[in-house]
């Protein structure tokens, strides 16, 4: 039978791009204000989607690794970019410094960091720590870490990694000695460790055998005895070294190690690299290990409303106001995990800690809730499961309240978020090439990205519509264009000064228009795409399974654009603006906001198929603020 004229009314985008098996869950608010597509936009919080952003180009870099944001106070910050065994500095897009680094590409995947000041503190669990340091704007220097040591004394973590009755006998209390175990303890790598026996300490300088060692007194020894009554170092080259840390409540938290993956070690209280335990005292270090009925290795530790602690297994809080020996509790509160593989930087966004599960398929928001007085773990891909693919690196622009996650198969994950307006928008974006890594610097998004002939730091730019992309300027117009040598051979496209589009190729690290132009936009194109969801109609008669639609015309609210390329399909054609709406004529193209409307013919008898689409690879602005379909229905 055939049904009325209907019209549906789309007024944001704000629930995102939805997985397909979405297209039968009509009766979802989600559905109403979500897209089968969203490819290279951006969604505002407020709804409207928008074309997103150009990269514009910063530099080559030395190959893949890793961007790390680095705040030095708040009008200077600096972008680091590690590669293999090297670190790059970056202030405002330009290359200030350079040195060497000890993490290989390989390890540069499981590093962790945190920030205090001028000193930004690197972990790995196979690499001692380092201190990276800003003496001046150009002058950077990179140090192992030094825990405290008063009276050559060192306050470092000790832990026995022995049985529990494994003795130790010195030969002597004082000068150079003789340490004999009981059983199998030293190995070569020992030398230059620390033991303590009976809580004094010896420096061992030879290992003779798996049961002997020679070590220099650094505090006289209780007694000869043999003893069960010891401990080496927990952090060393034999033992492994921390997985991550961070700062909370004026404490130095180290969570795991490579031998002690559940341990957590916090420092003594405005003493950040003391960590001694002393008498338990208020202010005094702080060391616990996460036991419970499953494997809880440490993969990151995060300062939020109170410690947090993500495992391979689950989630933990550790309480205490403030934290001190006596009053910290250590409560798990979920069990999702985090990746093993990989560390992926918690973030927090607006009091939740946003942080990846360990099967790379959740987004999950750790939110403390007052009501049971704990934390939940929601799951904010739950709609949009296609579009996580194993996250492998994330940040968060605050400004824009856009979270960006690099996927594992070189795409890029936007999320907007709004929780005060329930908004959790999902799209998606591909460049030509991968992108490998982002990082939020005081409001700009820098990205690195693997392209043909090489890797590249780029940074979203609002007022590019084109990839690695460089603008250029002159006085008197010309025709040729220069440096473009990390596009040799590309075909690029070239947006001058009179809107006038160009597709060219780079040779010589330059270009050569048709005609001469004062102002350029160079760059690889990109195609954005939206195409909406199958309509619903809850009402007798309205479109469901079997239904046949006929869209008869479609109204596009939009603002700022310069060009609407509309599939109601015949393929992208590009819309007028008419008469109606306002117009700027300032340069190239007229920026156009209002309402356009465009008809259609033909029935949709393909249930996934869209009844428009919009493609457009044209580098002009595009904003869609919402859609009414005028359709026909059959039956």
Same mark, same amino acid.
């Given at each position: 039978?055939?049904?009325?004229?209907?019209?549906?009314?789309?007024?944001?985008?704000?629930?995102?791009?939805?997985?397909?098996?979405?297209?039968?869950?009509?009766?979802?608010? @989600?559905?109403?204000?979500?897209?089968?597509?969203? &490819?290279?936009?951006?969604?505002?919080?407020?709804?409207?989607?928008?074309?997103?952003?150009?990269?514009?180009?910063?530099?080559?870099?030395?190959?893949?690794?890793?961007?790390?944001?680095? $705040?030095?106070?708040? $009008?200077?910050?600096?972008?680091?970019?590690?590669?293999?065994?090297?670190?790059?500095?970056?202030?405002?897009?330009?290359?200030?410094?350079?040195?060497?680094?000890?993490?290989?590409?390989?390890?540069?995947?499981?590093?962790?960091?945190?920030?205090? *000041?001028?000193?930004?503190?690197?972990?790995?669990?196979?690499?001692?720590?380092?201190?990276?340091?800003?003496?001046?704007?150009?002058?950077?220097?990179?140090?192992?870490?030094?825990?405290?040591?008063?009276?050559?004394?060192?306050?470092?973590?000790?832990?026995?990694?022995?049985?529990?009755?494994?003795?130790?006998?010195?030969?002597?209390?004082?000068?150079?000695?003789?340490?004999?175990?009981?059983?199998?303890?030293?190995?070569?790598?020992?030398?230059?460790?620390?033991?303590?026996?009976?809580?004094?300490?010896?420096?061992?300088?030879?290992?003779?055998?798996?049961?002997?060692?020679?070590?220099?007194?650094?505090?006289?020894?209780?007694?000869?005895?043999?003893?069960?009554?010891?401990?080496?170092?927990?952090?060393?080259?034999?033992?492994?070294?921390?997985?991550?840390?961070?700062?909370?409540?004026?404490?130095?938290?180290?969570?795991?190690?490579?031998?002690?993956?559940?341990?957590?070690?916090?420092?003594?209280?405005?003493? !950040?690299?003391?960590?001694?335990?002393?008498?338990?005292?208020?202010?005094?270090?702080? $060391?616990?290990? !996460?036991?419970?009925?499953?494997?809880?290795?440490?993969?990151?530790?995060?300062?939020? &409303?109170?410690?947090?602690?993500?495992?391979?297994?689950?989630?933990?809080?550790?309480?205490?106001?403030?934290?001190?020996?006596?009053?910290?509790? !250590?409560?798990?509160?979920?069990?999702?995990?985090?990746?093993?593989?990989?560390?992926?930087?918690?973030?927090?966004?607006?009091?939740?800690?946003?942080?990846?599960?360990?099967?790379?398929?959740?987004?999950?928001?750790?939110?403390?809730?007052?009501?049971?007085?704990?934390?939940?773990?929601?799951? !904010?891909?739950?709609?949009?499961?296609?579009?996580?693919?194993?996250?492998?690196?994330?940040?968060?622009?605050?400004?824009?309240?856009?979270?960006?996650?690099?996927?594992?198969?070189?795409?890029?994950?936007?999320?907007?978020?709004?929780?005060?307006?329930?908004?959790?928008?999902?799209?998606?974006?591909?460049?030509?090439?991968?992108?490998?890594?982002?990082?939020?610097?005081?409001?700009?998004?820098?990205?690195?990205?693997?392209?043909?002939?090489?890797?590249?730091?780029?940074?979203?730019?609002?007022?590019?519509?084109?990839?690695?992309?460089?603008?250029?300027?002159?006085?008197?117009?010309?025709?040729?264009?220069?440096?473009?040598?990390?596009?040799?051979?590309?075909?690029?496209?070239?947006?001058?000064?009179?809107?006038?589009?160009?597709?060219?190729?780079?040779?010589?690290?330059?270009?050569?228009?048709?005609?001469?132009?004062?102002?350029?936009?160079?760059?690889?194109?990109?195609?954005?795409?939206?195409?909406?969801?199958?309509?619903?109609?809850? @009402?007798?008669?309205? *479109?469901?399974?079997?239904?046949?639609?006929?869209?008869?015309? @479609?109204?596009?609210?939009?603002?700022?654009?310069?060009?609407?390329?509309?599939?109601?399909?015949?393929?992208?054609?590009?819309?007028?603006?008419? &008469?109606?709406?306002?117009?700027?004529?300032?340069?190239?193209?007229?920026?156009?906001?209002?309402?356009?409307?465009?008809?259609?013919?033909?029935?949709?008898?393909?249930?996934? @198929?869209?009844?428009?689409?919009?493609?457009?690879?044209?580098?002009?602005?595009?904003?869609?603020?919402?859609?009414?379909?005028?359709?026909?229905?059959?039956?």
């Amino acid at each position: 039978m055939s049904g009325g004229t209907i019209t549906l009314a789309k007024t944001n985008f704000t629930a995102g791009e939805l997985s397909l098996d979405m297209m039968g869950r009509g009766d979802l608010s @989600a559905y109403a204000n979500g897209a089968k597509t969203l &490819r290279n936009v951006f969604i505002a919080p407020i709804g409207g989607v928008s074309r997103r952003s150009g990269l514009r180009f910063i530099d080559n870099a030395r190959g893949r690794g890793r961007l790390i944001a680095f $705040e030095f106070n708040t $009008e200077q910050t600096y972008l680091l970019v590690l590669t293999d065994l090297h670190l790059d500095v970056y202030a405002d897009g330009i290359h200030v410094a350079d040195m060497e680094t000890p993490w290989s590409l390989e390890q540069l995947k499981q590093i962790n960091w945190t920030q205090t *000041a001028d000193t930004l503190l690197v972990v790995h669990p196979e690499v001692k720590p380092r201190k990276l340091t800003r003496t001046s704007h150009s002058a950077w220097t990179m140090s192992e870490w030094s825990f405290y040591t008063a009276d050559n004394v060192i306050q470092q973590p000790y832990h026995k990694f022995a049985d529990d009755e494994v003795t130790l006998q010195p030969s002597s209390t004082s000068g150079t000695i003789t340490i004999t175990a009981s059983a199998s303890v030293f190995v070569a790598g020992h030398v230059g460790t620390r033991f303590r026996l009976q809580q004094k300490e010896v420096e061992i300088t030879a290992v003779t055998s798996a049961t002997q060692a020679s070590a220099t007194v650094k505090q006289n020894l209780v007694n000869t005895i043999a003893h069960k009554d010891w401990e080496e170092q927990a952090l060393s080259s034999i033992r492994g070294w921390p997985t991550s840390v961070c700062f909370h409540q004026d404490r130095l938290v180290i969570g795991g190690s490579r031998d002690q993956p559940n341990r957590l070690w916090l420092s003594k209280s405005s003493d !950040l690299f003391n960590f001694d335990l002393g008498e338990a005292l208020d202010d005094e270090a702080i $060391e616990f290990a !996460l036991l419970s009925d499953q494997v809880n290795a440490i993969r990151n530790v995060f300062s939020g &409303r109170h410690l947090q602690v993500f495992t391979s297994g689950a989630e933990w809080m550790v309480s205490g106001q403030p934290l001190t020996p006596t009053s910290i509790q !250590l409560t798990r509160q979920t069990r999702v995990g985090s990746p093993v593989d990989r560390t992926v930087p918690p973030r927090d966004v607006d009091g939740a800690t946003l942080f990846v599960s360990r099967n790379g398929k959740d987004l999950r928001e750790f939110l403390f809730a007052d009501v049971e007085q704990a934390y939940q773990s929601t799951d !904010l891909a739950m709609l949009a499961k296609h579009v996580m693919n194993a996250p492998i690196d994330q940040d968060y622009d605050s400004a824009r309240r856009l979270f960006h996650l690099v996927m594992g198969d070189g795409t890029l994950g936007t999320v907007t978020v709004f929780r005060a307006e329930k908004v959790t928008a999902w799209t998606t974006h591909r460049t030509d090439g991968d992108f490998l890594s982002v990082a939020v610097v005081e409001g700009e998004v820098y990205v690195l990205v693997s392209r043909q002939g090489g890797i590249c730091v780029e940074r979203f730019d609002g007022t590019l519509s084109l990839d690695a992309a460089l603008t250029g300027e002159s006085d008197t117009p010309k025709v040729v264009w220069s440096g473009l040598d990390h596009l040799e051979g590309r075909d690029i496209r070239v947006l001058a000064d009179d809107g006038a589009l160009e597709t060219l190729i780079v040779t010589a690290g330059a270009v050569t228009l048709s005609e001469p132009a004062s102002k350029v936009q160079m760059g690889l194109p990109f195609t954005h795409e939206i195409e909406p969801l199958p309509p619903v109609v809850q @009402a007798a008669g309205g *479109a469901g399974p079997g239904a046949v639609v006929r869209l008869i015309r @479609a109204h596009f609210r939009l603002l700022d654009t310069q060009a609407l390329h509309l599939d109601t399909g015949k393929g992208p054609l590009p819309v007028p603006f008419r &008469r109606f709406g306002r117009h700027s004529f300032d340069a190239g193209p007229p920026v156009f906001s209002g309402d356009v409307q465009v008809r259609a013919i033909g029935w949709k008898r393909d249930a996934f @198929a869209p009844l428009w689409r919009i493609s457009q690879d044209v580098p002009l602005p595009c904003t869609v603020l919402a859609v009414a379909t005028e359709m026909k229905l059959s039956s």
